[in-house]
């Protein structure tokens, strides 16, 4: 009996790559919280790495910025918060660009073998950065640099660019049935 394809054996890999684009987006919970797995992991390897957040803000205290500064991860939120509780759209845009500029001096400067643009996608979609801009930098960074970035409605421009994108998706989830959030859980 032949196996379901999803258990076929997969084929060999035979390709090396000195690094790689990777892309968590969807409307399903766990685009950050993969990358956030995916950055242990590398910090565990002895790779440099710092995450960039495009959209919390410093005043969130959250379990996996405390474990990812513990293994030596540089953790920077650089946001302003949610959107819709933005009192000045445009500062929290202006927030937006100063976070893409210090991710691009990061992105450039080979200091870290694997960054994450946590929660990027937003201010692409939403025009507050330049989507040429951003996959410029990255088609271009150092050869050793690894670039994963978060969020919902990914950009085709990026996902044309990664080497591999998943795509989360939402069958159900608590917040709909009005469930806030869960410290240790969900932040």
């Known amino acids: 009996m032949e196996p379901a394809p999803s258990m076929k054996r997969p084929r060999r890999a035979t390709k090396r790559s000195p690094s790689l684009v990777l892309v ?3 409307e399903g919970k766990g685009k950050s919280t993969a990358a956030f797995g995916t ?10 790495v710092c995450v960039i957040q495009f959209m919390k803000s410093g005043k969130w205290k959250t379990g996996e910025e405390k474990s990812g500064r513990d293994l030596g991860i540089e953790w920077w939120t650089l946001g302003d918060g949610f959107t819709w509780d933005s009192k000045d759209i445009d500062r929290t845009e ?4 100063e976070a893409w500029a210090a991710a691009r001096r990061t992105i ?3 200091d870290f073998d694997m960054v994450v643009l946590d929660e990027i ?5 939403w025009e507050w950065i330049d989507e040429a801009e951003v996959i410029e930098v990255i088609r271009h960074r150092p050869d050793h640099v690894n ?3 978060t969020g919902r409605h990914a950009p085709e421009a990026l996902v044309d660019l990664a080497d591999t994108v998943t795509e989360m998706v939402k ?3 608590a917040f709909d049935s009005g469930v806030k959030a869960l410290r240790g859980v969900d932040f």
């Open 121 to 125: 996608t937003y201010p692409l979609i």
């Open 171 to 173: 069958r159900k989830h």
């Open 39 to 48: 950055a242990f992991r590398a910090a565990g390897a002895g790779l440099r």
């Open 147 to 149: 670039v994963l970035a």
């Open 24 to 26: 968590n987006t969807g």
């Open 94 to 97: 202006a927030v937006a660009r």
């Open 108 to 110: 450039e400067s080979g």
